[in-house]
């Protein structure tokens, strides 16, 4: 069995300031801003922080959507569609990222049982450095490869199985699987869609995973490494002696873990601190 590690969340390259996690490990999750038309109802002024008053819009200065400034008038944050990926409630994750890390290619390759975990960037509220937190995860049930060769009608097909997912509201909302102009002479990539089942959702409190920088990159804390038994992209375990990466681009790390040993491992960490 195995279960993926996928970094999602707004940082500091798409929303400001960095979300927080306070001491007790209690957090926001901040869904990325939405980078096309998509009939995704969600803004960041409409939805609910989990702790206290208010909405996400209140804890997003600014945001970009396409790597162009959105700007941080709160009207503009405000109205501004989430990318609800991955989505909590409704257990289900999309994907399109092949490089530089292959992520398209480990969540096609996920049987039922398996399992994928989500991490973000996350600074603590009452000071210190930005590191990565589990702040979910969920059982898979079924994986879907949307071809994008596919004739129109058997894109919309298969997408419409996966209604809550936030690739489906794209192309109900252009007609094209992907964000990237049509007519421009960009590849359009596949997507991958993983439907879960329980256990699984949204973390009370998130689960540090790094404990250092080195060359500005995150490390797994030596801890996590051992408990969750990261493979390399050959899917060979890791060796102890090396750290394992999850800077940059959030990468996707599949780790040698039993979906129960890495339940029981989460829910240990949930308790009070």
């Known amino acids: 069995m195995t279960v993926v590690l996928c970094g999602v969340g707004g940082d500091a390259g798409n929303v400001a300031p960095d979300p927080t996690v306070d001491p007790d490990g209690r957090f926001e999750y901040v869904p990325i801003p939405e980078k096309c038309d998509t009939t995704e109802s969600r803004s960041y002024g409409t939805t609910p922080l ?159 995973l790094t404990d250092r920088l080195e060359r500005r990159m995150f490390r797994l804390s030596p801890a996590v490494q051992e408990a969750l038994r990261p493979l390399d992209r050959d899917g060979d375990p890791v060796p102890e002696e090396e750290s394992v990466s999850l800077g940059g681009f959030k990468p996707v790390v599949a780790c040698d873990v039993d979906l129960g040993e890495f339940v029981d491992w989460v829910e240990t960490r949930q308790r009070p601190r």
Do not use: C, M
């Open 50 to 208: 989990r702790h206290g008053d208010g909405t996400l819009a209140d804890r997003v200065d600014w945001l970009q959507s396409r790597g162009d400034y959105d700007g941080g008038r709160p009207e503009v944050v405000a109205t501004h569609p989430l990318h609800h990926d991955p989505n909590f409630e409704h257990l289900t994750y999309g994907e399109h990222r092949r490089r530089p890390s292959p992520y398209v290619q480990t969540l096609a390759a996920l049987d039922p049982g398996d399992a994928v975990a989500f991490y973000t960037g996350l600074r603590p509220e009452d000071g210190g450095k930005k590191h990565r937190y589990l702040v979910g995860y969920f059982a898979v049930a079924a994986v879907t490869v949307v071809d994008p060769d596919l004739p129109v009608a058997e894109k919309r097909d298969l997408l419409r199985r996966h209604p809550h997912n936030a690739h489906t509201k794209r192309f109900e909302a252009r007609g094209a699987l992907y964000y990237q102009d049509p007519d421009t002479d960009a590849p359009v990539k596949p997507v991958v869609i993983v439907d879960g089942r329980a256990p699984g959702g949204l973390l009370d409190r998130a689960v540090k």
